[in-house]
């Protein structure tokens, strides 16, 4: 079993930044991917990125590169999203999810097996 515990939300004006934090435990995540979801008010859950623990190797949506960018530390087993040039639209409740995954990438919210319980971002206009 895997828990997730998302933190670091907040309200921050736009163009600002923010650092969010999931921390893991519980197994082992060598084999792992940790993906950023995020939910808008109205909206269905969307995919942001994910990487790889394995090598670290990411993939990030087109409206989020150059802007975010996730990254982990092996001895905290943590993964990490940290946002820049915040937009308004980019509030959402965020969520990080793993999965087992030695190949490929995993894209959709049903590919994933763990999920924290999410930490609210707002940015303000």
């Known amino acids: 079993q895997v828990q997730l515990v998302e933190s670091g939300g907040g309200l921050v004006q736009a163009g600002g930044s923010l650092r969010l934090s999931c921390a893991a435990s519980?197994?082992?995540?060598?084999?792992?991917?940790t993906g950023w979801f995020r939910q808008a008010p109205g909206k269905e859950r969307e995919f942001v990125g994910c990487i790889r623990w394995s090598g670290g190797s990411t993939y990030y949506v087109d409206f989020v590169k150059g802007r975010f960018t996730i990254s982990r530390e092996n001895g905290k087993s943590t993964v990490y999203l940290q946002m820049n040039s915040l937009k308004p639209e980019d509030t959402a409740v965020y969520y990080c999810?793993?999965?087992?995954?030695?190949?490929?990438?995993?894209?959709?919210?049903?590919?994933?097996?763990?999920w924290g319980q999410g930490t609210q971002v707002t940015v303000s206009s």
């Open positions: 519980g197994r082992t995540f060598s084999s792992y991917v």
């Open positions: 999810a793993a999965t087992r995954r030695s190949t490929g990438w995993a894209l959709r919210s049903s590919e994933y097996d763990y």
